[in-house]
């Protein structure tokens, strides 16, 4: 395979080999499998007292995300097999499977479920997910309290995840160790512009968190085949939008193609640890 063509960066956005994103295909009904998921969960849940561990609970909540467009079943699946309660504080856990984000301290929060499950929707439709049928390795910058590690956990080999405020590191670990993840969960603790080259390539890359520019880092990172899922400022900079990169590979030649999907509202990317 030949060298990329060497680039200057921070890489902007217009900057990236662009190509039109691809028209949503229409909703998928439910299918068994997912029942079948919610069911098997049940068996294993222990009871909390506020009704949060029922399968059923997470069940409704995929449903309904189902019918706001989610459309991959294998993420669906994953959504309904990690109760989201465990992953926030106590006095907000009865809002865990509704469809906004909560605050986890340190000025962040943990994503919707609507935004999770599209932004790994996104991951499943690239060339080697697709041809593999899960996501491979997976380096996720931004760990946050460890919720959307433990979705992709579902659907990888292996996640590498980095988180650079040392309080969140702690808290997704003690989480994460809690539901037995740290087997297939490696979290680093620095910082996510830099991503993780001792690990590398990755299969799939995802952010939690957008900038003016995708690092040279995480696009030196990608492997053949794989695909970038981060949210990064909008032309002209008007907002964020989500925007895909697949590392494509045609006759030897190696390029890196974009696609620009729906406005989206992250926490800014930063660099340096705290």
């Known amino acids: 395979m030949s060298e990329l063509p060497k680039r200057r960066f921070p890489l902007p956005l217009d900057k990236l080999g662009s190509q039109p994103a691809r028209p949503a295909r229409e909703l ?13 969960a049940a068996r294993l849940s222990a ?14 909540m995929v449903q309904r995300l189902q019918r706001e467009g989610l459309k991959d079943e294998r993420v669906l699946q994953a959504l309904a097999s990690v109760p989201r309660h465990e992953f926030v504080d106590s006095a907000l856990a009865i809002q865990a499977y509704e469809d ?12 919707k479920p609507s935004v999770v499950g599209r932004m790994i929707e996104l991951l499943m439709a690239g060339a080697t997910a697709r041809s593999a049928g899960q996501l491979g390795r997976v380096l996720e910058i931004g760990t946050g309290c460890g919720y959307q590690a433990a979705v992709l956990a579902a659907l990888s ?7 650079r405020l040392r309080p969140l590191h702690d808290k997704a670990q003690g989480h994460l160790q809690g539901l037995g993840l740290l087997r297939q969960i490696r979290l680093i603790y620095g910082d996510g512009r ?16 957008g900038g003016e520019d995708l690092p040279e880092p995480w696009l030196a990172q990608l492997a053949p085949g794989g695909r970038l899922v981060a949210p990064m400022q909008a032309p002209g900079g008007r907002g964020q939008v989500l925007v895909v990169v697949d590392h494509v590979v045609e006759a030897g030649a190696s390029r890196l193609v974009r696609t620009v999907h729906e406005p989206v509202l992250f ?8």
């Open 194 to 209: 830099l991503g993780h080259a001792g690990a590398g390539p990755y299969d799939a890359i995802i952010a939690a968190a």
């Open 28 to 40: 998928l009904r439910p299918q068994r499998p997912l029942h079948q998921a919610a069911q098997d």
């Open 157 to 163: 080999r292996q996640v590498v995840s980095i988180e």
């Open 267 to 274: 926490v800014p990317l930063k660099s340096g640890v705290m």
């Open 100 to 111: 906004t984000s909560l605050p986890i301290g340190h000025g962040q929060t943990i994503s």
């Open 47 to 60: 009871p909390s007292g506020l009704g949060l561990d029922s399968a059923g609970v997470r069940l409704r």
